[in-house]
Nanobody
Framework: VQLQAFGGGLMQAGGSLRLSCAAS????????MGWFRQAPGKEREFVAS????????YYADSVEGRFTISRDNAKNTVYLQMDSLEPEDTAVYYC?????????????????WGQGTLVTVSS
């Protein structure tokens, strides 16, 4: 399974960005998908996850109510809509695939990772 994330960029605080992650190979429709991020000098942290059927989502407390994860199984793509961006959201964002269907907050439970896309939020 190959994952390619894109959509990052520079945004002012309060703005919005939508990240996309396109998957190829494997059986995307049966996988849970997640987004993680890593800020400079910090450990990678969980952002959001979605199960295979889009019926269960999890969010980090820091993004709850501002970010929305979604997926389109017909397009083998998962999205992260980021609204009300804050400078603290600045990080490289990674998408990941968990071959189990229900989703997880734990990065070591994901089997495949994309290359990351940089999001920079200025104050």
């Amino acid at each position: 399974v190959q994952l390619q994330a894109f959509g990052g960029g520079l945004m002012q605080a309060g703005g919005s960005l939508r990240l996309s992650c396109a998957a190829s190979g494997g059986n995307f429709g049966s996988y849970a998908m997640g987004w993680f991020r890593q800020a400079p000098g910090k450990e990678r942290e969980f952002v959001a996850s979605i199960n295979w059927a889009s019926t269960i989502t999890y969010y980090a407390d820091s993004v709850e109510g501002r970010f929305t994860i979604s997926r389109d199984n017909a397009k083998n793509t998962v999205y992260l809509q980021m609204d009300s961006l804050e400078p603290e959201d600045t990080a490289v964002y990674y998408c990941a695939a968990d071959t189990r269907p229900w989703g997880s907050r734990k990065y070591d439970e994901y089997d495949y990772w994309g290359q990351g896309t940089l999001v920079t939020v200025s104050s």
